[in-house]
């Protein structure tokens, strides 16, 4: 069993920063891609950002230049950094992992975290 957990969280001011954390533990064998993806009430959730295993980054037009992502591969952790907060960035953000266990190295397993709540308001 493999668990994945978000932490960080919190309420900012606009223009602020947050540093999301997530973890995954377990019987782990490697991890390959770790995503962000947020949701609002009442819309779909969307992607955020990932990371590959070898640390090629991809981001939502929305969060470019003021996101970045980032991963401990040694502690199977992956991160966010959020600077420049805006309102509109409000939301509660998910952890995805793609990961293979130690018992099943032949398949990639896709786990999503419980989420962390991001509120940026004056």
């Known amino acids: 069993q493999v668990q994945v957990v978000e932490s960080g969280g919190g309420l900012v001011q606009p223009g602020g920063s947050l540093r999301l954390s997530c973890a995954a533990s377990?019987?782990?064998?490697?991890?390959?891609?770790i995503s962000w993806y947020r949701q609002t009430p009442g819309k779909q959730r969307e992607f955020v950002a990932h990371?590959?295993?070898?640390?090629?980054?991809y981001y939502a037009d929305s969060v470019k230049g003021r996101f970045t992502i980032s991963r401990d591969n040694a502690n199977n952790t992956g991160y966010l950094q959020m600077n420049s907060l805006k309102p509109e960035d409000t939301a509660v953000y998910y952890c995805?992992?793609?990961?293979?266990?130690?018992?099943?190295?032949?398949?990639?397993?896709?786990?999503w975290g419980q989420g962390t709540q991001v509120t940026v308001s004056s």
């Open positions: 377990g019987s782990i064998f490697n991890i390959h891609t």
């Open positions: 990371i590959t295993r070898i640390h090629d980054a």
């Open positions: 995805n992992v793609e990961v293979k266990t130690k018992t099943e190295r032949g398949r990639v397993q896709d786990l």
